[in-house]
């Protein structure tokens, strides 16, 4: 069977988005859910692509009181509306909270976002 290939280039401000928007058929969040994990990711990626730093200073740089504040702004959602909204896709498994409350994204649904290439294959049995 022949090859097919749809390529989509996007700016790195917009990897996230697509890249979530790509996956929602696996994934199905809410546009509002869909919005909060670009944002946590585009702030997690920062801090990684910079440095290296432990579960613990990643949880709290990437899921603490500054990056909500941030998030909460950007998108125009209360405090209350942001929590249930992080709990929920706890809830899904995009967030994991390991045993000393550290919060992280799915280590198997993140992707570090630098300059290359991503390519999704779905094979269709």
Do not use: C
């Not at 249930?84 to 045993?99: H, Q, R």
Request: charge should be positive.
């Amino acid at each position: 069977m022949k090859e097919k290939v749809f390529k989509k280039l996007v700016t790195s401000d917009e990897f996230y988005k697509f890249y979530y928007k790509s996956l929602n058929g696996i994934l199905n969040l809410t546009n509002r859910e869909l919005d909060v994990l670009t944002e946590i990711s585009i702030i997690y990626n920062s801090f990684l692509i910079k440095d290296t730093y432990s579960d613990e200073e990643l949880s709290k740089l990437a899921f603490g009181p500054a990056s909500r504040l941030d998030i909460r702004k950007k998108l125009k959602i209360s405090p209350f509306n942001l929590n249930n909204i992080i709990k929920t896709l706890k809830d899904k498994g995009i967030f994991i909270v390991d045993e000393q409350h550290n919060y992280k994204i799915n280590t198997g649904l993140f992707v570090l976002a630098q300059d290359y290439k991503v390519t999704f294959t779905f094979n269709l049995v």
